[in-house]
């Protein structure tokens, strides 16, 4: 079950050790946890071709009070290493619709998570995704996926306070 961001974190490293483009590994490191820059240095040093970066996270709380209910999103940052040999516009072109096709394959694996283990809450029809601007760390081209989920505040806790 996904209940705090190490366990979305977890559950997204998984993901890119999994998938055949983003081939994570202590070698490849395609992938890096939200405000971890030792694992960006290790991008520039040993960066696979394809990379998925936890840029930030949010929350907000709603509905009634008593419910304990948040909206939260995580942001990452799906890149394709841009081609150093012909044409430049075409090999841009070429890494943002590569990281565009990784970003749709996490969200329909994501989503068939979702359905058979039941341990996710991502809203899918509310994820969006914008253009990262210009060429990002070592040339890297891609997209920002903002993919908002669903949590709760945990119980208030008397040990946090003294009396």
Known sequence: MINTLNDLQDYLETLCQKNKR???SA???????????EHVEHILRKGGKNIVVVASVSAQRVGDLDDMK???????MFASKCSSTGDRGDAV???MDTAES?????????EIDQEELCNLD???TNA???EIEGAWLDDYYGYILFMPYS??????DEADWEN
Request: hydrophobic share 50%; net charge positive.
């Open 93 to 95: 072109a070429v890494a």
């Open 128 to 130: 969006s995704w914008e």
């Open 27 to 37: 070698t490849n490191r395609g992938f890096a946890r939200l405000n971890t820059d």
């Open 151 to 156: 949590g709760y505040l945990p119980a208030f």
């Open 102 to 110: 990784i970003l749709i394959s996490f969200l329909n694996k994501m």
């Open 122 to 124: 991502i809203d899918f």
């Open 70 to 76: 948040l909206r939260r999103g995580v942001s990452l």
């Open 22 to 24: 983003v081939k994570h």
